[in-house]
């Protein structure tokens, strides 16, 4: 497992084991695995009637440092612990140290206080700092297979692998989508289901399967002006482009899978560059697309 899911999984574990720290660093770029860390901190330091006058979150761009390590040091109201949860605290990670009135507390900090800093992007880890750091940050494919599996036994569904593949290639790396996308599963599937192919090409695929194949035909036959057409044909119907590559990039590897064609890994790797264009420009990428069309396999 990569960092993300081994310091999720650490913090998981201690908090399951009921140590609590008074002091956490939450970094990553993913708000999904941010935010569900917060949450679960949250649930260990207070009972659900113990929030409301001791749970405090903030920003860092409306908060100074002294303003938070004066916020956690306030003693808890009926309860053994406050929280403070500030998110958007990369603006007190620019430096190779904290600020100095967070660095005095987590040198010091409130026994009965929890300060947990959130903050997007990477992170270093300083002198002291290692065992408060969790760093949520994505490190592969592997990683967003293994949360798409949990999502559905956390709803009490198995998932086959073609099914996992599907998902992952029509939604992508974003875990928070991952997670809704499963909870409809879900809502269609049943406890106790296991969800196939079928099921997320009519749930999530918003893109027409069937459409994508008539396109990939296309492509493999050199047929442009077919291609064209069913190209127009998906984006009139106000499909994303990373939805249109994803389903392009299942079909071409359940292909591949059936014949191993040196035409269709090219294709394949052709179209991955096309992604990494697109991710880099931004825009709707139908011209990517089409460009594509023009240079069959």
């Not at 809704?180 to 289901?193: I, Q, S, T, Y």
């Not at 191993?260 to 697309?289: C, I, M, Q, S, W």
Request: aromatic share 6%; proline share 5%.
């Amino acid at each position: 497992m990569g960092p993300m899911t081994s310091d999720f999984l650490r913090l998981e574990g201690e908090l399951e084991r009921g140590e609590l720290r008074p002091f956490y660093l939450l970094v990553g770029q993913d708000d999904y695995l941010r935010r569900r860390a917060e949450g679960m901190i949250v649930e260990a330091a207070l009972e659900p009637p113990e929030r409301g006058l001791n749970l405090t979150v903030l920003s860092a761009t409306e908060a100074s440092a002294e303003e938070v390590a004066e916020s956690v040091r306030v003693l808890p109201f009926m309860a053994k612990r406050r929280v403070v949860v500030v998110r958007e605290a990369e603006r007190f990670l620019t430096e190779r140290a904290l600020p100095e009135a967070l660095q005095r507390y987590a040198e010091g900090p409130n026994p009965q206080g929890v300060l947990i800093l959130s903050a997007s992007g990477r992170c270093w880890p300083r002198r002291g700092q290692k065992e408060w750091l969790y760093d949520l940050t994505p490190s592969g494919r592997g990683e967003v297979l293994y949360w798409i599996r949990r999502f559905a036994a956390e709803k009490g569904m198995k998932i086959s692998p073609g099914a996992l593949a599907l998902l992952k290639e029509l939604v992508g790396d974003d875990l928070m989508a991952l997670s809704n996308e499963v909870e409809k599963l879900a809502l269609f599937k049943g406890e106790g289901g296991v969800v196939d192919e079928g099921d997320v090409q009519e749930v999530v695929a918003d893109v027409r399967v069937a459409s994508v194949f008539e396109l990939v035909d296309a492509m493999e036959g050199g047929d442009l002006r077919r291609g064209l057409a069913v190209l127009e044909k998906i984006w009139v119907q106000g499909e994303p482009s990373p939805k249109i590559l994803g389903a392009i990039a299942w079909r071409l590897r359940e292909r591949i899978k059936r014949e191993a064609n040196p035409k269709l890994v090219e294709a394949l790797r052709r179209l991955h560059e096309v992604d990494l264009r697109l991710k880099r420009r931004g825009g709707t990428g139908k011209f990517l697309l089409e460009e594509l069309l023009l240079n069959p396999f």
